[in-house]
Every structure is written in structure tokens, then in C-alpha cells.
């Protein structure tokens, strides 16, 4: 029985790991002594070959991480070196719990233990059932009497590789080790009769990493002797904690019979170590980017909101090309999407520390009310400039709606083919979807696509919205936002293309022929809520930009303590640029109209009810001009009529001063009362008719 209770214990304490230590922002391993953690080791490498003594080998990888030729303690490629505990800098004898220098054992679990090593058939461990660790450890329930210190990777100090070698040297990181081996080939090869991986660049240069097996106490587990294991098995360290597990770091596992990947191993084990260098290489920024050494080309698809698709992906150099892939609000690119290894995070999907609108998604309840990309954690901006941008949901249903699609093969690469009525077209590959590391070599290429938008879940904020394609077609979709997903950037048209009618109205507004979304007068276009750029799903307060969730819990545009979160006031009565459908996604000339112009419209013109055999019902103003103007019945999002819509509604860009904090709606039907202005709820979808200045003489 007692060994049944301490399964459960293992496998309780396995799956409970993760409390929450602290959160104060974005990861970036700068939490408390985690400031010192990951140090930058660069060198300044012209065309030597060595640093500090010992050789190395540049395999052209996109990081410029030089991978040294042999292991620490090793004179040849093919040498084994020494063996090392992680964190520890000098090698030893024998590797076990009770002499690894991180840990603390005391008289009870040694009697555990002892106890363990004399039974015939000993059950799990008890080092997993007790606090033990005095430095990298992150729980409270693996600490010794509850120690924490949240570093996750190694200090310069317990580097083997930087003390054994110099400062110019350093141990991987989990992400350099997934770099090597997902980038640059490799094969099981026998090298002066030692058995191995060699690497081969596609610059013609080879790394040799000798399976040299690993140090352990075996006796703990099945009672062999300890000792090194070499036939088959090689292990390499990290510098990298796996925080999956506050007993593991992460290694380079090798088996010989195919088997590799990054995976975490028993910190006290003895594995050798190969150490890195980087080199500093030179990124030309033009300002508009980082790294911005080429123009990036785009597609005019005579798109209604003037959007232009770009003709590949970031980190592509041409459409067929998967290009880099990144974890949502990243903009740097990597090999292993973990939700210990995303920045947004603490640990774990329960502990957000940005973007997050649900406290129990938050890092201690961590909340902030931001829905979409701010323009840092933008990766086509950051990359490509200021004027592209992540897609939005609009502009990816935009796409979809104004095009005809296609699975097809393009130059021998599986993907989608959008193509417009102009003639013009894109083309998306399938790059499928990257996640934790054993799936990174193939992440489902061919199969399907996903590409990412700017927005997130706002019910589960551990997910963002995606497209994703397959063959049998298109959708939004959610995804975690750990995941790694390619991006297609966007920008709108540099020349406004957007028609207007000139009616003569006292203020001189020019009024648009077309709805947002829409490419012809009679067209719907598409419906948003107040304050929002871009159409969805549902339409309710739990998925609304501006609130907490729930009416009267508003973010902004508030005037009233009543109606505000924890009684907040702005004061804001009329939208920003920022936050108008039409400016949003017309350009700065245009607006979404105040109440103060739908009544001057109203006013100005004579209204007609327009009776159609089809969906193109709606009210035609006609001006003293002669001049006229439609705008079809939409109806608001939740409308349930069948057939012809008979009814239409439009957002005005002014709120109510009443202080509930409604907006103001023009509404009309087909029973002649088109002239009621009604204050509604700001969370529903209506549509939106843009205005524009007189233009100047």
C-alpha cells in the first residue's frame, strides 16, 4: 500500500508542478538573480578559426552560433571529454542525488532512500516526493524548505563550458540545440572507429558529436551498477532548465537507432557538454525594421478596404517558402513552442502576463484589457516596417469573401491560391503548425496551413484567433498562443480608391458609395462593434474590446463612474482614429459619420423606400443636387428575418451623453420610419457607411 500512495504521490506532485512563483511581465528571464541568468556571450569572429584556445566550426545557422568542434575535456572530435552534473563545473566519479551540488538531502528522505535500495522491488522515487533544491528552482514545492530563485538558465559561473573554457564559451541553450538539429542534417556515422551524429551544412562544413553515453546511479532504479552507458545513447547538456519539470534540464537526446529530439533529463546525471560561441553579424536597419536588407514586395487584389497582401511570409524569400515561424505577439522566430518557453507567460498557460482579458488565464489574476497586437509585438513591423501589419479577422475574411481559393501545388509546394477579379493573385503554402519540439521537423507540411491574425480569445485567453486551410477549405480558427505559426503580412493602398457622392450638404460631407467591407452600393459589407476595426464571430459583452466582460464594466469611452470598471471615467464621447471601422480600414481621410451628419442627412434630402424582388432592399436619399445615395437594409448581426432584410442600422461615432454608454445607431425600415436615432448596446454588429471632409479647392 505504501508504495501505491507513493505512485500517487508522484504522479500528483508530476501533473501539480507548476505554482505561480511571480509575474512581473513579459518573460525575459530578468525576474529577481534571473537578470544574470543568460548572459550574451559574444565574440567578435573574424575568419579564425578558434576562440580562446579551441576550435570551432561555422555551420551557416540563422543565428551565427558557432558550434565548437569538441567536447569539453576532449582533444579530438571524437574525444568523449568529461562528464558533467548539470550546473556543475567539474566532473566526478559517481552522479547521484546524494552528491549533486544544487540539492539538499535531509535524514528523512535519506532514510527514504536507504529504505528504497533495500527493497526487492522499488517503487518511484522518493527524491520526487520531497523539496530538495537550493538554487535553479522555481517552485516552492521543489525547494529545500521551500527555496525559490526563478532562474532557468544557467549563471556564467556554473557554466562548465565558460569556466573550463573562457568567457568567449558557453553551454547551448534548449533553443540552440533545436536550431542544429532541425536546420542542418544528420546521420549515424562511425568517425576513427567512434560512433556518432555528423552534421552537415549546406556550406559544406561538418560537426561530429560522438555518442558518449551519460553518468548515472542506475541502482536507484533497477539496482545495475552505476556507471557510463555508451552503445547506444548520447546525451549532450543544455544551459536550459526544463520548467515542465523542476527535475529535469534540458539535453540533446540521442539514441542510435534513429531517435533524437530535446527532451529534459535528471539534473545530477553526468552528461558531456559541447560548447558554443556567437558571432556579432551585421544587420543593415534602414529604420523601418530590423534586419530590412530587401523591399518587400505586395499584391493589389482590388480589395474593398485596399488591402495589399504581401507575395510571401516573413522569413520567406519567395511565395512557395515557409519562411520563420512565431509564437503569437513574438517577434522572434524559434524551434520549440512550449508554454514555458513563451514570452507572455510565467510558466504556464494559467499564468498570462499580457494580453489577457480573464483573470483565472492571469499570472495572479493579471488582467489588462488589450485585444489586439500592440505595434512591439507586431512581427511584420518589427521585421518589415511600420507601414505592414499582422492581418486582422476582417482582413483575413476580407480575403476569403473577394477571391476564389484553391488547394493546389505551386512549384512543388502544397497551399492555398487566392485569386482575385482583377486577374491578380497570392499564394499561402501549408506550412502546418509547429508545438513543443517532437513535432518540429514536420509540423504537418502539406496538410494543412495556418497563419496567423492580430486578435485573441477573449472568453479563453490562452488562444488567438488563426486561419487556418486545407483542402476542403477555410476558416477563422483559435489556437494556443505558444504555438508556432507562419505570418503573411498586410498593408493598405498607399491611393485612397474609395468612391463618395458630394450632396450638396451644408457642412460639405462627402458621404461613401459603399459600406465597409462592401464593393458595390448594394452590398452589405460588414458589421462590427462599436469601437471595434474588425468584424467576428459572436457578438456579445463577454467578447467586447472595451469591457470587462459584462456591461457596465467599460475600458473606455466612458462618462459615467457607474458604467466604467471599477468606476472609470475618460470622458470620451466621440470615437479615435484608432478605434473608427472606417479610418481603421479605409485610410485617414476617412471617418465613421457623427450623429450630428446622419442628421443632416436626414435633413437634407428626400428618403425613398426601395422595394427590391431580392436582398437589396434599403432608403435612397436624393439630394437637391440631383445627386443620390443608398444604403441597403443590413439589419443588426442578431437578425433573424428570413428573406429580404427589412430594416437597416448603422453605427454613428458618437456616444450618448446620457452616461449609460450607448452609442448612437441611425435606424430605418421599410414602413417609412427611417428617421429614429436609437441609443444601443455598443457590444452588437451594425454596420458602417464612412464620411470625408470637403475636399479642398
Given at each position: 500500500?505504501?508504495?501505491?500512495?507513493?505512485?500517487?504521490?508522484?504522479?500528483?506532485?508530476?501533473?501539480?508542478?507548476?505554482?505561480?512563483?511571480?509575474?512581473?511581465?513579459?518573460?525575459?528571464?530578468?525576474?529577481?538573480?534571473?537578470?544574470?541568468?543568460?548572459?550574451?556571450?559574444?565574440?567578435?569572429?573574424d575568419n579564425g578559426t578558434s576562440v580562446d584556445?579551441?576550435?570551432?566550426?561555422?555551420?551557416?545557422?540563422?543565428?551565427?552560433?558557432?558550434?565548437?568542434?569538441?567536447?569539453?575535456?576532449?582533444?579530438?572530435?571524437?574525444?568523449?571529454?568529461?562528464?558533467?552534473?548539470?550546473?556543475?563545473?567539474?566532473?566526478?566519479?559517481?552522479?547521484?542525488?546524494?552528491?549533486?551540488k544544487y540539492c539538499a538531502i535531509d535524514d528523512?528522505?535519506?532514510?527514504?532512500?536507504?529504505?528504497?535500495?533495500?527493497?526487492?522491488?522499488?517503487?518511484?522515487?522518493?527524491?520526487?516526493?520531497?523539496?530538495?533544491?537550493?538554487?535553479?528552482?522555481?517552485?516552492?514545492?521543489?525547494?529545500?524548505?521551500?527555496?525559490?530563485?526563478?532562474?532557468?538558465?544557467?549563471?556564467?559561473?556554473?557554466?562548465?563550458?565558460?569556466?573550463?573554457?573562457?568567457?568567449?564559451?558557453?553551454?547551448?541553450?534548449?533553443?540552440?540545440?533545436?536550431?542544429?538539429?532541425?536546420?542542418?542534417?544528420?546521420?549515424?556515422?562511425?568517425?576513427?572507429?567512434?560512433?556518432?551524429?555528423?552534421?552537415?551544412?549546406?556550406?559544406?562544413?561538418?560537426?561530429?558529436?560522438?555518442?558518449?553515453?551519460?553518468?548515472?546511479?542506475?541502482?536507484?532504479?533497477?539496482?545495475?551498477?552505476?556507471?557510463?552507458?555508451?552503445?547506444?545513447?548520447?546525451?549532450?547538456?543544455?544551459?536550459?532548465?526544463?520548467?515542465?519539470?523542476?527535475?529535469?534540464?534540458?539535453?540533446?537526446?540521442?539514441?542510435?537507432?534513429?531517435?533524437?529530439?530535446?527532451?529534459?533529463?535528471?539534473?545530477?546525471?553526468?552528461?558531456?557538454?559541447?560548447?558554443?560561441?556567437?558571432?556579432?553579424?551585421?544587420?543593415?536597419?534602414?529604420?523601418?525594421?530590423?534586419?530590412?536588407?530587401?523591399?518587400?514586395?505586395?499584391?493589389?487584389?482590388?480589395?474593398?478596404?485596399?488591402?495589399?497582401?504581401?507575395?510571401?511570409?516573413?522569413?520567406?524569400?519567395?511565395?512557395?517558402?515557409?519562411?520563420?515561424?512565431?509564437?503569437?505577439?513574438?517577434?522572434?522566430?524559434?524551434?520549440?513552442?512550449?508554454?514555458?518557453?513563451?514570452?507572455?507567460?510565467?510558466?504556464?498557460?494559467?499564468?498570462?502576463?499580457?494580453?489577457?482579458?480573464?483573470?483565472?488565464?492571469?499570472?495572479?489574476?493579471?488582467?489588462?484589457?488589450?485585444?489586439?497586437?500592440?505595434?512591439?509585438?507586431?512581427?511584420?513591423?518589427?521585421?518589415?516596417?511600420?507601414?505592414?501589419?499582422?492581418?486582422?479577422?476582417?482582413?483575413?475574411?476580407?480575403?476569403?469573401?473577394?477571391?476564389?481559393?484553391?488547394?493546389?501545388?505551386?512549384?512543388?509546394?502544397?497551399?492555398?491560391?487566392?485569386?482575385?477579379?482583377?486577374?491578380?493573385?497570392?499564394?499561402?503554402?501549408?506550412?502546418?503548425?509547429?508545438?513543443?519540439?517532437?513535432?518540429?521537423?514536420?509540423?504537418?507540411?502539406?496538410?494543412?496551413?495556418?497563419?496567423?491574425?492580430?486578435?485573441?480569445?477573449?472568453?479563453?485567453?490562452?488562444?488567438?484567433?488563426?486561419?487556418?486551410?486545407?483542402?476542403?477549405?477555410?476558416?477563422?480558427?483559435?489556437?494556443?498562443?505558444?504555438?508556432?505559426?507562419?505570418?503573411?503580412?498586410?498593408?493598405?493602398?498607399?491611393?485612397?480608391?474609395?468612391?463618395?457622392?458630394?450632396?450638396?450638404?451644408?457642412?460639405?460631407?462627402?458621404?461613401?458609395?459603399?459600406?465597409?467591407?462592401?464593393?458595390?452600393?448594394?452590398?452589405?459589407?460588414?458589421?462590427?462593434?462599436?469601437?471595434?476595426?474588425?468584424?467576428?464571430?459572436?457578438?456579445?459583452?463577454?467578447?467586447?474590446?472595451?469591457?470587462?466582460?459584462?456591461?457596465?464594466?467599460?475600458?473606455?469611452?466612458?462618462?459615467?463612474?457607474?458604467?466604467?470598471?471599477?468606476?472609470?471615467?475618460?470622458?470620451?464621447?466621440?470615437?479615435?482614429?484608432?478605434?473608427?471601422?472606417?479610418?481603421?480600414?479605409?485610410?485617414?481621410?476617412?471617418?465613421?459619420?457623427?450623429?450630428?451628419?446622419?442628421?443632416?442627412?436626414?435633413?437634407?434630402?428626400?428618403?425613398?423606400?426601395?422595394?427590391?424582388?431580392?436582398?437589396?432592399?434599403?432608403?435612397?436619399?436624393?439630394?437637391?443636387?440631383?445627386?443620390?445615395?443608398?444604403?441597403?437594409?443590413?439589419?443588426?448581426?442578431?437578425?433573424?428575418?428570413?428573406?429580404?432584410?427589412?430594416?437597416?442600422?448603422?453605427?454613428?461615432?458618437?456616444?450618448?451623453?446620457?452616461?449609460?454608454?450607448?452609442?448612437?445607431?441611425?435606424?430605418?425600415?421599410?414602413?417609412?420610419?427611417?428617421?429614429?436615432?436609437?441609443?444601443?448596446?455598443?457590444?452588437?454588429?451594425?454596420?458602417?457607411?464612412?464620411?470625408?471632409?470637403?475636399?479642398?479647392?
Amino acid at each position: 500500500m505504501r508504495r501505491i500512495m507513493k505512485a500517487v504521490a508522484a504522479v500528483i506532485l508530476a501533473t501539480s508542478m507548476l505554482f505561480i512563483v511571480g509575474c512581473d511581465g513579459p518573460k525575459n528571464d530578468k525576474n529577481g538573480e534571473a537578470e544574470k541568468a543568460n548572459p550574451e556571450v559574444l565574440q567578435e569572429v573574424d575568419n579564425g578559426t578558434s576562440v580562446d584556445g579551441h576550435g570551432f566550426v561555422d555551420l551557416g545557422l540563422p543565428s551565427g552560433t558557432l558550434w565548437a568542434t569538441c567536447n569539453v575535456g576532449a582533444a579530438i572530435p571524437e574525444g568523449f571529454g568529461d562528464y558533467f552534473a548539470w550546473g556543475e563545473t567539474e566532473p566526478k566519479s559517481v552522479y547521484s542525488l546524494d552528491n549533486y551540488k544544487y540539492c539538499a538531502i535531509d535524514d528523512r528522505l535519506a532514510a527514504l532512500i536507504e529504505e528504497e535500495n533495500d527493497e526487492d522491488e522499488p517503487g518511484p522515487p522518493a527524491r520526487y516526493l520531497y523539496p530538495i533544491f537550493t538554487k535553479y528552482c522555481f517552485v516552492s514545492t521543489s525547494g529545500y524548505n521551500g527555496y525559490t530563485d526563478d532562474l532557468t538558465v544557467l549563471q556564467p559561473n556554473n557554466d562548465a563550458a565558460t569556466v573550463n573554457w573562457g568567457k568567449g564559451w558557453c553551454m547551448p541553450t534548449n533553443e540552440q540545440w533545436a536550431e542544429l538539429y532541425f536546420n542542418i542534417p544528420s546521420e549515424k556515422v562511425t568517425q576513427n572507429d567512434v560512433t556518432g551524429l555528423l552534421f552537415t551544412a549546406p556550406n559544406g562544413n561538418t560537426l561530429f558529436l560522438p555518442i558518449a553515453g551519460e553518468h548515472d546511479d542506475e541502482g536507484l532504479f533497477d539496482e545495475e551498477e552505476a556507471g557510463l552507458r555508451n552503445e547506444d545513447l548520447g546525451r549532450y547538456w543544455s544551459s536550459s532548465l526544463d520548467v515542465g519539470s523542476p527535475f529535469s534540464a534540458w539535453h540533446l537526446y540521442v539514441y542510435a537507432f534513429g531517435n533524437r529530439d530535446v527532451r529534459g533529463g535528471d539534473r545530477w546525471c553526468g552528461f558531456p557538454v559541447r560548447p558554443v560561441c556567437s558571432v556579432k553579424k551585421a544587420m543593415k536597419d534602414d529604420g523601418n525594421g530590423v534586419g530590412n536588407e530587401k523591399a518587400h514586395t505586395f499584391v493589389d487584389l482590388g480589395l474593398p478596404s485596399g488591402t495589399l497582401w504581401a507575395d510571401c511570409n516573413i522569413g520567406a524569400d519567395s511565395p512557395e517558402c515557409y519562411g520563420d515561424y512565431f509564437a503569437w505577439g513574438e517577434t522572434e522566430s524559434k524551434y520549440i513552442f512550449r508554454w514555458d518557453t513563451y514570452k507572455y507567460c510565467h510558466f504556464g498557460n494559467k499564468e498570462l502576463a499580457k494580453y489577457c482579458n480573464d483573470s483565472s488565464y492571469g499570472c495572479k489574476g493579471f488582467t489588462d484589457g488589450l485585444y489586439f497586437l500592440q505595434e512591439d509585438d507586431d512581427a511584420a513591423k518589427v521585421h518589415w516596417g511600420s507601414e505592414w501589419s499582422v492581418p486582422n479577422d476582417g482582413q483575413w475574411m476580407e480575403l476569403c469573401q473577394n477571391t476564389t481559393n484553391v488547394w493546389t501545388t505551386q512549384n512543388g509546394v502544397e497551399g492555398q491560391l487566392f485569386t482575385a477579379s482583377n486577374g491578380n493573385s497570392i499564394f499561402l503554402p501549408g506550412g502546418g503548425t509547429r508545438y513543443d519540439v517532437y513535432h518540429r521537423k514536420t509540423g504537418y507540411h502539406g496538410v494543412y496551413g495556418e497563419y496567423w491574425s492580430n486578435s485573441f480569445n477573449q472568453r479563453h485567453s490562452e488562444d488567438a484567433r488563426s486561419f487556418r486551410m486545407d483542402p476542403y477549405g477555410s476558416e477563422l480558427n483559435f489556437t494556443g498562443r505558444q504555438n508556432g505559426l507562419l505570418i503573411r503580412p498586410v498593408q493598405y493602398a498607399a491611393v485612397d480608391k474609395h468612391e463618395f457622392v458630394d450632396l450638396g450638404l451644408p457642412s460639405g460631407t462627402l458621404w461613401a458609395t459603399c459600406n465597409v467591407g462592401a464593393t458595390a452600393p448594394e452590398d452589405h459589407g460588414v458589421k462590427v462593434a462599436w469601437g471595434e476595426i474588425a468584424p467576428k464571430d459572436a457578438y456579445e459583452w463577454y467578447n467586447y474590446k472595451y469591457c470587462r466582460g459584462e456591461y457596465n464594466s467599460f475600458l473606455k469611452y466612458c462618462l459615467d463612474a457607474g458604467s466604467g470598471y471599477n468606476g472609470f471615467v475618460d470622458s470620451l464621447a466621440v470615437l479615435l482614429p484608432e478605434d473608427d471601422a472606417a479610418t481603421a480600414n479605409w485610410g485617414s481621410g476617412w471617418c465613421m459619420p457623427t450623429i450630428d451628419q446622419w442628421r443632416e442627412l436626414r435633413d437634407n434630402t428626400t428618403m425613398t423606400w426601395v422595394k427590391s424582388p431580392d436582398s437589396n432592399q434599403g432608403i435612397l436619399f436624393t439630394a437637391a443636387n440631383g445627386n443620390s445615395l443608398f444604403l441597403p437594409a443590413t439589419n443588426s448581426i442578431d437578425d433573424e428575418f428570413p428573406g429580404p432584410s427589412v430594416e437597416g442600422a448603422y453605427w454613428s461615432k458618437t456616444l450618448n451623453d446620457s452616461g449609460a454608454g450607448h452609442p448612437w445607431v441611425f435606424v430605418f425600415n421599410c414602413s417609412t420610419e427611417y428617421k429614429v436615432f436609437y441609443d444601443v448596446d455598443r457590444c452588437g454588429g451594425f454596420s458602417v457607411r464612412p464620411v470625408r471632409s470637403a475636399l479642398k479647392k
